[in-house]
């Protein structure tokens, strides 16, 4: 098992960039594939991006394509979303997820892949 913590929310202006960062607990964390979601207010929870296990694979979607970048660092257990040229549309709850049983190189984007969940950090993006 693993417990994720997300940070790195905050308030920015439309164009602005933001860092989230998520911290594992425990060494099993480099065999896990790694995924973003997102949730606003009265919406579902919907996928913005993964990375598999060592972080040769990435998976966007459409909608963040060449403005957020995925990475992982496996030695400190942390995984980050990097996320430039912010839009008010990106106004969420932002959620680290982890995913036990994905194959070496392989991403999901389904939410239901995804056992262990963040808390959650607030990212709001003004016009």
């Known amino acids: 098992q693993v417990q994720l913590v997300e940070s790195g929310g905050g308030l920015v202006q439309a164009g602005g960039s933001l860092r989230l960062s998520c911290v594992g607990s425990?060494?099993?964390?480099?065999?896990?594939?790694m995924g973003w979601f997102r949730q606003a207010p009265g919406k579902e929870r919907d996928f913005v991006s993964s990375?598999?296990?060592?972080?040769?694979?990435?998976y966007y979607v459409d909608s963040v394509k060449g403005r957020f970048t995925i990475s992982r660092d496996n030695a400190k257990n942390t995984v980050y979303l990097q996320m430039n040229s912010l839009k008010p549309e990106d106004t969420a709850v932002y959620f680290c997820?982890?995913?036990?049983?994905?194959?070496?190189?392989?991403?999901?984007?389904?939410?239901?892949?995804?056992?262990?969940w963040g808390q959650g950090t607030q990212v709001t993006v003004s016009s």
């Open positions: 425990g060494r099993a964390f480099r065999w896990y594939a």
């Open positions: 990375i598999s296990r060592s972080g040769e694979s990435e």
């Open positions: 997820a982890a995913d036990p049983t994905s194959n070496l190189g392989t991403v999901t984007t389904a939410l239901n892949d995804y056992d262990y």
